[in-house]
Nanobody, 123 residues
Framework: QVQLVESGGGTVQPGGSLRLSCTTSGFNLEDYAIGWFRQAPGKEREGVSCMRGQDNSVYYRDSVKGRFTISRDNAKNTVYLQMHSPEPEDPADYSC????????????????WGQGAQVTVSS
């Protein structure tokens, strides 16, 4: 059974850092694209960063380029999202998801989702 579990959410200070983890089970990370998505209240879910296991291709949405880094540890079956210097649009519920087709951050292709992790920014 394909499962994803997020952890590491919480409150980050302006200028600070936070790392989200997505621990997976039931499938081989190298066969899937794993994506980080977020949804803020009243807004649509959007792709933040995705990594394709088949060829290590990576996508970042423009607003997080240079601040967020996606990485993968195959031995731990875990995908990470390192966040630096949060900005006003970053607080949201962050979810990781898996896609067998390899599409990078196309929300509708991602069929299996974790439960989400809340990220807030506060000084």
């Amino acid at each position: 059974q394909v499962q994803l579990v997020e952890s590491g959410g919480g409150t980050v200070q302006p200028g600070g850092s936070l790392r989200l983890s997505c621990t997976t089970s039931g499938f081989n990370l190298e066969d899937y694209a794993i994506g980080w998505f977020r949804q803020a209240p009243g807004k649509e879910r959007e792709g933040v960063s995705c990594m394709r296991g088949q060829d290590n291709s990576v996508y970042y949405r423009d607003s997080v380029k240079g601040r967020f880094t996606i990485s993968r540890d195959n031995a731990k079956n875990t995908v990470y999202l390192q966040m630096h210097s949060p900005e006003p649009e970053d607080p949201a519920d962050y979810s990781c998801a898996a896609d067998i087709t390899g599409a990078l951050c196309v929300v509708d292709y991602y069929r299996t989702w974790g439960q989400g992790a809340q990220v807030t920014v506060s000084s």
